[in-house]
């Protein structure tokens, strides 16, 4: 059973990265995802979730018109495209996974996590 993050790395303000969650040992396509960050110092928060179809997607306010997420079951794969990215989206990002349909922003509702990738927005 794995979830591993890639993608993270250094980007000036205004840059873009993505994210990806690759998912192994278990029906992917059972699991809602959702993508959390910590900060150093501050609290897990979600920042975005999808339903296992791909259907439903969530954003918090703060990523909202930056941030896409979207899913290739083909692939076992979750993805975060961030653009216009801001120091404040400094974090180590983290994928998990829900076994329902819908997804959720409390991470207490996932029971299995990826190691995180880190992600630096710094000039």
């Known amino acids: 059973l794995q979830l591993v993050e890639s993608g993270g790395g250094l980007v000036q303000p205004g840059g873009s990265l993505r994210l990806s969650c690759a998912a192994s040992?278990?029906?992917?396509?059972?699991?809602?995802i959702g993508w959390f960050r910590q900060a150093p110092g501050k609290e897990r928060e979600g920042v975005s979730c999808i339903s296992s179809s791909g259907g439903i997607k969530n954003y918090a306010d703060s990523v909202k018109g930056r941030f896409t997420i979207y899913r290739d079951n083909a692939k076992n794969t979750v993805y975060l495209q961030m653009n216009s990215l801001k120091p404040e989206d400094t974090a180590i990002y983290y994928c998990a996974r829900r076994k329902a349909y819908y997804c959720s922003s409390q991470y207490l509702e996932y029971d299995y996590w990826g190691q995180g990738t880190q992600v630096t927005v710094s000039s």
């Open positions: 040992g278990f029906t992917y396509d059972y699991y809602a």
